[in-house]
T-cell receptor
Framework: DAGVTQSPTHLIKTRGQHVTLRCSPI?????VSWYQQVLGQGPQFIFQ???????GRGNFPDRFSARQFPNYSSELNVNALLLGDSALYLC??????????FGQGTRLTVV | GQSLEQPSEVTAVEGAIVQINCTYQ??????LSWYQQHDGGAPTFLSY????GLEETGRFSSFLSRSDSYGYLLLQELQMKDSASYFC??????????FGGGTRLMVKP
């Protein structure tokens, strides 16, 4: 069975640009969450979606937005990129809330 | 606010037992989870404690004491492949995981 897949794996963007990151959850998982992980730190929660509805939002500015599609895949959008947005962006899907399955992440570099 | 404290680094030898502690200053969470992350890899789920006490899964055990705001991950019979970062995380409503800063475990031969 395929795990959580994210695309692209790496991305370089310029300050001020916007970026769209994509995530496909494990088949049958209806919950998708997004996390930002800065090097050397733990992941920070950005959003959680369940059945296409936003169920949780972390402490991130409005430049960050997300959505979930009918097939439960998800997109994370970040507008007006800042240098500080450089990080590994992780997507996780879950069937039960007690166990999250993470993808390999998208490494975003803002220059 | 919410915060989880873990030691930044731990070193142990192959075959030994190591305990990684996690103290927290938060409440209203469902349970405490532990995740392993190898360099360049994705976090992978290790264990979850909803209730106080010990949960055992193979070589890994995890403990939670809500009254002491404390938990730990115990790794037995350490192997070289256990060298990784380990994160404790509390689970809140909305499937929100709040992670600690992580403990880098180095296993030496």
């Amino acid at each position: 069975d395929a795990g959580v897949t994210q695309s692209p794996t790496h991305l370089i963007k310029t300050r001020g640009q916007h970026v769209t990151l994509r995530c496909s959850p494990i088949s049958g998982h209806k919950s998708v969450s997004w996390y930002q992980q800065v090097l050397g730190q733990g992941p920070q929660f950005i959003f959680q979606y369940y059945e296409k509805e936003e169920r949780g939002r972390g402490n991130f500015p409005d430049r960050f937005s997300a959505r979930q599609f009918p097939n439960y895949s998800s997109e994370l959008n970040v507008n007006a990129l800042l240098l500080g947005d450089s990080a590994l962006y992780l997507c996780a899907s879950s069937l039960r809330r007690t166990e999250a399955f993470f993808g390999q992440g998208t490494r975003l570099t803002v220059v | 606010g919410q915060s989880l404290e873990q030691p930044s680094e731990v070193t142990a030898v192959e075959g030994a037992i190591v305990q990684i502690n996690c103290t927290y200053q938060t409440s209203g969470f469902y349970g405490l989870s532990w995740y392993q992350q190898h360099d360049g890899g994705a976090p992978t789920f290790l264990s979850y404690n909803a209730l106080d006490g010990l949960e055992e899964t193979g070589r890994f055990s995890s403990f939670l004491s809500r009254s002491d705001s404390y938990g730990y991950l115990l790794l037995q019979e350490l192997q070289m492949k256990d060298s990784a970062s380990y994160f404790c995380a509390v689970l809140y409503a909305g499937n929100m995981l709040t992670f600690g800063g992580g403990t880098r475990l180095m296993v030496k031969p």
